[in-house]
């Protein structure tokens, strides 16, 4: 069973929390089933915790779980802190792969894109 974890920094702003889980379920629309299990997480200040979202996508059967770091520069949280998170977890679930995909920022791309959105805005 494959896994898809979203993960932003979180807020003391609930309603920049909600925005979040919103944006995390219409990815989950679009992704047409190409995962069997789709969740977010935040780092800190809001729940559920990355960790959290991946002892719950286990417990429900994932063996091959994906993590997309919704952050747009490389900080302290993309380069150190998620992946000693993914590295405490492959220890304690020596089955499972867990895979970190590039942070927003660094997707292929990404800045084309935000370019032809801004311009379109503009018309």
């Known amino acids: 069973m494959k896994g898809f974890i979203l993960v932003a ?5 609930a309603a920049a929390n909600e925005e979040i889980a919103g944006f995390a379920q219409r990815m989950t629309a679009a992704m047409n ?12 200040l809001a729940e559920p915790s990355l ?7 286990v417990a ?9 770091p919704y952050f747009l520069a490389e900080g302290k ?7 000693s998170v993914l590295a405490e977890k492959k220890e304690q679930y020596p089955g499972v792969k867990l895979t ?3 942070h927003l920022g660094a997707v292929p791309g990404f ?5 032809a959105q801004l311009q379109a805005s503009d018309d």
């Open 9 to 13: 920094h979180g807020s003391r702003r």
């Open 33 to 44: 089933g190409g995962f069997d299990l789709v969740g977010y997480g935040f780092w800190e």
């Open 51 to 57: 960790a959290q979202v991946i002892d719950a996508q």
């Open 60 to 68: 429900a059967g994932a063996r091959d779980i994906t993590l997309f």
């Open 77 to 83: 949280h993309v380069v150190k802190d998620l992946p």
């Open 100 to 102: 970190q995909l590039p």
């Open 111 to 115: 800045d084309h894109w935000l370019a």
